[in-house]
T-cell receptor, first 111, second 115 residues
Framework: KAGVTQTPRYLIKTRGQQVTLSCSPISGHRSVSWYQQTPGQGLQFLFEYFSETQRNKGNFPGRFSGRQFSNSRSEMNVSTLELGDSALYLC??????????FGPGTRLTVL | DQQVKQNSPSLSVQEGRISILNCDYTNSMFDYFLWYKKYPAEGPTFLISISSIKDKNEDGRFTVFLNKSAKHLSLHIVPSQPGDSAVYFCAAISTFQGGSEKLVFGKGTKLTVNP
């Protein structure tokens, strides 16, 4: 069974730009969660989608948004990028409560 | 407000000895706990979990202990191997939310196992 895939793996943007990251969950998984990992804050929950609906949202500004498609693939978008948005963005899919399977992440660098 | 805390950012142990990674939580609604292991440039991978109805779960060299009264859990690795060197994240979830998948993570502990 293929794992969670994320594209692109690396991205460099400049302040003020916007970016879209993509995540394909494990086949059969309907829940997709997004996390931001930074050295200072660890793993921080962004949002979670289930059957194309956002079920949970973390404490991030509205510049961070996401969506899920009917095939469970998910995208997250960050608008008006700031230097502090530089981080590893991780996507995780799950079939049942708790156990999540993570993708390799997208390393975003904002210059 | 940090609901899941890993107070030791790093831990160094000798190969063959025991590694003990600790995690504290504040939310009494958490009823399922997980440990993830993360190597550089990779996403976290699931290691072991424990339900709040248990106080111990064992899987090979990995054992997780849960002390609900102290709101504390620990991960024991015996014997430690150099390949165990990674960042370990503790995570918790409240399944009372009815299937909502909001895992709360600690900030991680970097384990280094020296040969």
């Amino acid at each position: 069974k293929a794992g969670v895939t994320q594209t692109p793996r690396y991205l460099i943007k400049t302040r003020g730009q916007q970016v879209t990251l993509s995540c394909s969950p494990i086949s059969g998984h309907r829940s997709v969660s997004w996390y931001q990992q930074t050295p200072g804050q660890g793993l921080q929950f962004l949002f979670e989608y289930f059957s194309e609906t956002q079920r949970n949202k973390g404490n991030f500004p509205g510049r961070f948004s996401g969506r899920q498609f009917s095939n469970s693939r998910s995208e997250m978008n960050v608008s008006t990028l700031e230097l502090g948005d530089s981080a590893l963005y991780l996507c995780a899919s799950s079939f049942r409560d708790g156990e999540q399977f993570f993708g390799p992440g997208t390393r975003l660098t904002v210059l | 407000d940090q609901q899941v805390k890993q107070n030791s950012p790093s831990l160094s142990v000798q190969e063959g000895r025991i590694s003990i990674l600790n995690c504290d939580y504040t939310n009494s609604m958490f009823d399922y706990f997980l440990w993830y292991k993360k190597y550089p440039a990779e996403g976290p991978t699931f290691l072991i979990s424990i339900s709040s109805i248990k106080d111990k779960n064992e899987d090979g060299r990995f054992t997780v202990f849960l002390n609900k009264s102290a709101k504390h859990l620990s991960l024991h690795i015996v014997p430690s191997q150099p390949g165990d060197s990674a960042v370990y994240f503790c995570a918790a979830i409240s399944t009372f939310q009815g299937g909502s998948e909001k895992l709360v993570f600690g900030k991680g502990t970097k384990l280094t196992v020296n040969p």
